[in-house]
C-alpha cells in the first residue's frame, strides 16, 4: 500500500509563503504524477499544480506565476512553493500522487490526509 504525507500547512499573512511537502511510502516504482489540490469551504476540489515523473507541470490559472511544484524523484517527495499568498488561497490542500507499484506497470492512485492553510488579510 501506498501512503502519502503532507506537511508544512498554517496561518500565514497575506503576501507571505509557505511550502507543502507531500512524502510518499510503500511498494513504489516510480512516480507517474503527482499533484496538489485544494478545497475551500462550500467550494469543489480544484486542481492547484501537477507534475509528471518527467517534469512536465501543470498549474490551475488562479496560482500560475505565484506557485510552483517541484518532485525530488528518489526521495518520492512533491514540494509546492507558495508565495504572495492571497486569503482566497485558503483551504485544506489536498496531496495527490498516481504511483508505479509494480513491475507489469500498474498505477495506484492515493490521497494525502490534507493540510490545513490559512491566509489571514
Known amino acids: 500500500q501506498v501512503q502519502l504525507v503532507e506537511s508544512g500547512g498554517g496561518l500565514v499573512q497575506a503576501g507571505g509563503s509557505l511550502r507543502l511537502s507531500c512524502a510518499a511510502s510503500g511498494s513504489i516504482i516510480s512516480i507517474n504524477a503527482m499533484g496538489w489540490y485544494r478545497q475551500a469551504p462550500g467550494k469543489q476540489r480544484e486542481l492547484v499544480a501537477a507534475i509528471t515523473g518527467g517534469g512536465s507541470t501543470n498549474y490551475g490559472d488562479s496560482v500560475k506565476g505565484r506557485f510552483t511544484i517541484s518532485r525530488d524523484n528518489a526521495k518520492i517527495t512533491v514540494y509546492l512553493q507558495m508565495n504572495s499568498l492571497k486569503p482566497e488561497d485558503t483551504g485544506v490542500y489536498y496531496c495527490?500522487?498516481?504511483?508505479?507499484?509494480?513491475?507489469?506497470?500498474?498505477?495506484?492512485?492515493?490521497w494525502g490526509q490534507g493540510t490545513q492553510v490559512t491566509v489571514s488579510s
Open positions: 495527490n500522487a498516481d504511483l508505479v507499484v509494480n513491475y507489469v506497470g500498474r498505477v495506484s492512485s492515493s
